[in-house]
């Protein structure tokens, strides 16, 4: 039995909710928005399938999100998550995601970790890399 398969409606929803939320943040440059969906101890890990994007703290993070959202290209984005797993007080997604735009660009693999604080959930990290394994898949298909 694969992911999706033990994946349920609920957790995929959450995943949805999750993204949705995020990239809606992209498209509105809301910085300030973007800042809520994280947690606020300043202890976030970025890594980003741009080059020198990644962050090892909140603030930087932000600072870089800041600068992209004056004069950086956003396009939506598909989303296709993969897996979802929602325990107590702490979440894991995995996603595939693609840019919709006329060239065509390789998939963008994601991961997620939140955590529950209260009745809010946070992104204590995420992961988004090209997927390696595209071309593969694609031969394959």
């Known amino acids: 039995m694969g992911i999706k398969e033990l994946m349920g ?3 995929l929803a959450f995943a949805k909710q999750v993204f949705h939320a995020y ?3 992209f498209m509105r440059r809301d910085l300030e928005a973007l800042r809520q969906l994280y947690v606020d101890d300043g202890s976030f890990i970025y890594f980003d399938n741009h080059a020198n994007c990644d962050s090892k703290m909140l603030e930087d993070h932000l600072a870089k999100v800041g600068e992209f ?4 290209e956003i396009v939506n984005l598909d989303t296709e998550v993969l897996g979802c797993i929602v325990q107590e007080e702490s979440a894991t997604i995995a996603a595939h ?7 065509s660009v390789p ?3 994601v991961s997620a970790f939140l955590e529950r604080y209260g009745d809010d959930w946070k992104i204590r ?5 090209t997927d390696p394994n595209q071309a593969v898949d694609e031969a394959n298909s």
């Not at 990290?125 to 890399?129: F, G, Q, V, W």
């Open 125 to 129: 990290h995420l992961h988004y890399s």
């Open 69 to 72: 959202f004056k004069t950086g």
């Open 97 to 103: 995601v693609r840019y919709k735009q006329e060239k």
């Open 9 to 11: 409606a609920k957790e």
């Open 107 to 109: 998939r963008v693999r």
């Open 23 to 25: 990239n809606e943040c």
